[in-house]
């Protein structure tokens, strides 16, 4: 294992604290509660002498992780199917841009498709907003998950984060041979659109300014759309852009952990990732007269491209579209069944009919649904 202290304020646990932070778990107030989701028909002493026993990253993700997805599957996914693998090579590293719907399932289940077929897991970026609990921080760590700083309102501060941040995704993807994943966007898209920050291009070129194009054909960059059927916290993010058009939203305490649990715990239908083409050099070349500015632009769209063409639309996508537009364009993808289910959930945003413009809140949570229809 490549070591540089460099990055010890940001990186995952090497191989040597994985030890120490299983006895911290085991030992915690809250592993029962984790035990009896990862483990639900093992005893609670045996479970804890069992995470006791990780040595290695390897045995904690092809053990725990593999059984927390399999419980998340099994207890709130009636299909998980993934595609694309055949254009990734086991023995190369890249760079995951996905579009970001869900706080962890997201990352999660990628790696878990990874490794149900032999591929090596990547390391994932972990706000630092969600390093909340001492446990949480020691699974993530533990999970190959570094921590990625907030945007700040100090220029100074906000650039020396983000040259640390793009200089430590180049280090594990050519040095330490570990690919990466990372989210298109700061924080979760809420309304339906995909959109890669171009500020996410421009960080991931800070580490090799000398030659933009080569800067991004190194890390060798994968788009990935995930698909949910139905979307991971939708009340919840259509209560957010409700609050969001009369005042500005600030968050209230514990409400990451609330839309972890939600997205955990939440039916969600047929999920679906797909694995893009990845980024050729062919394609960057072709903006290598633009400004950097012009390139970083470019680029992202390029990426949201491969994402909304590869985005999975559901019945309810097109439901909620018809239902926006009050017409019947796309009728024949969906059944009345599915139709009057989509409108069953619809129906439970009446609860908040005397704290909120009902009609517009209802509007909202449609524009989740039928916006991706539009992406495409």
Not at 280 to 286: H, I, N
Not at 353 to 365: A, N, P, Q, S, V
Request: aromatic letters at 10%; a negative charge.
């Amino acid at each position: 294992m490549i070591k540089n202290p460099k990055f010890d304020d940001i990186r995952p646990y090497y191989e040597e604290e994985i030890p120490a932070a299983m006895q911290r778990i085991a030992d915690s107030d809250v592993f029962p509660l984790l035990a009896s989701f990862v483990y639900p028909t093992e005893p609670l002493e045996e479970v804890r002498n069992h995470v006791r026993s990780f040595k290695t990253v390897r045995e904690f993700q092809h053990d725990a992780m593999r059984r927390v997805n399999e419980q998340v599957i099994a207890r709130s996914i009636s299909e998980f199917t993934a595609s694309g693998l055949e254009r990734l090579s086991p023995d190369k590293q890249y760079l995951f841009v996905s579009n970001h719907r869900d706080i962890m399932l997201d990352a999660c289940l990628l790696q878990y498709y990874l490794v149900l077929n032999g591929f090596e897991t990547t390391e994932i970026t972990f706000g630092a907003n969600l390093m909340m609990h001492p446990v949480v921080i020691d699974v993530g760590k533990s999970n190959k998950m570094f921590k990625v700083a907030r945007p700040s309102a100090d220029i100074k501060e906000f650039y020396r984060s983000s040259m640390h941040l793009s200089e430590y995704i180049r280090y594990t993807i050519k040095e330490k041979k570990q690919s990466v994943w990372i989210a298109q966007r700061n924080g979760r898209t809420k309304n339906g659109i995909d959109q890669t920050d171009q500020g996410i291009i421009k960080m991931f070129c800070m580490s090799d300014n000398k030659d933009k194009i080569r800067a991004l054909t190194e890390l060798n960059i994968v788009p990935i759309a995930i698909s949910y059927e139905w979307e991971s916290c939708d009340i919840l993010k259509a209560l957010e852009l409700y609050e969001s058009q009369y005042t500005k939203y600030i968050k209230k305490p514990g409400e990451d952990l609330n839309s972890i649990l939600t997205g955990i715990l939440q039916p969600k239908g047929h999920v679906h990732i797909a694995i893009c083409e990845p980024i050729r050099m062919v394609e960057l070349s072709s903006f290598e007269r633009q400004t950097n500015n012009e390139y970083h632009k470019s680029v992202a769209q390029l990426i949201d491209r491969h994402i909304n063409n590869a985005y999975r639309l559901y019945p309810n996508n097109y439901i909620a579209h018809d239902l926006l537009y009050g017409n019947t364009r796309y009728q024949s993808m969906y059944t009345e069944q599915e139709y009057n289910q989509f409108c069953q959930h619809l129906a439970t945003l009446d609860r908040y009919e005397d704290t909120c413009d009902i009609e517009r809140l209802r509007e909202i949570f449609i524009g989740i649904y039928a916006n991706p229809v539009d992406n495409r």
